[in-house]
């Protein structure tokens, strides 16, 4: 059996102390697998964006343990590994907004991020390029993302979140800005890419047109996680 993309074990977070104090997360438990693509649903104030930043290894929790691809990073808020080299090498993420650099093409937008990996410029732009091309988007290389549409910008986030080939991708609503179409067809980039790159992928969303992409659906409830079929339909979020 393959190693996980991330296991989460007894995941809590507090916030403030006393009569204060804030439970963002009660008791969080969750593995997925790579190549697996799953979506995390719930109401705003449920807890999920927290869980997804404590992945991310950007809000460490106040109690619990996090293993990204056979690696314990975490034990509550002790880190155990360097966590920004470590995002860098493992970890991809894409948010609602693009977050492209305005003054770099789409294409120098996801040659920096492996040129910051010390991925030599040559090498990096080609593979940049592959990328580009893998999400239909090459024909827009040398485009600043100010001409691209609101889903090119997506696809090139995307791109960008893919070139370390990271064992995990992170995605926090990513069609919030887009229309239905454009929308579905980024969640459908997501399920490509776990399934053709290995990836294991995260997406949270309130989007309901779009669950049936996805391998699991998990819904995020008072800061504790559980699994839905797919087949149920979701909860008001």
Do not use: C, W
């Not at 950007?58 to 920004?84: F, H, W």
């Not at 907004?97 to 991925?119: G, S, W, Y």
């Not at 992170?170 to 179409?181: F, K, N, V």
């Not at 980039?189 to 669950?211: C, M, P, S």
């Amino acid at each position: 059996m393959s190693t996980p993309a991330v296991e989460v074990s007894h995941l809590r977070k507090v916030y403030g102390s006393g009569h204060t104090e804030v439970v963002a997360i009660r008791d969080a438990t969750l593995s997925i697998a790579r190549g697996e693509v799953v979506g995390m649903l719930g109401p705003s104030g449920s807890g999920k964006s927290t869980i997804l930043t404590a992945i991310a290894l950007i809000n460490p929790p106040t109690s619990g343990q996090i293993s990204i691809n056979g690696t314990a990073v975490l034990d509550g808020p002790k880190e155990l590994v360097n966590l920004r080299a470590f995002r860098r090498q493992h970890l991809g993420f894409v948010f609602q907004k693009a977050n492209l650099i305005p003054f770099l093409t789409a294409l120098e937008n996801v040659q920096v991020a492996l040129e910051v990996n010390d991925v030599p410029s040559r090498k990096a732009r080609a593979r940049a390029m592959e990328l580009l091309d893998y999400l239909d988007v090459g024909a827009r290389a040398n485009n600043l993302p100010v001409a691209l549409s609101g889903g090119e910008q997506q696809r090139v986030a995307v791109a960008r979140a893919l070139a370390n080939e990271p064992s995990l991708i992170l995605a926090d609503e990513p069609t919030a800005a887009l229309d239905s179409q454009r929308g579905r067809q980024v969640m459908e980039l997501f399920a490509k890419v776990a399934h053709e790159r290995n990836a294991g992928v995260i997406v949270v969303t309130h989007d309901h047109r779009t669950l049936d992409v996805f391998d699991r659906i998990l819904e995020v409830e008072d800061g504790m996680i559980k699994e839905r079929p797919l087949s149920q339909p979701a909860s008001n979020s």
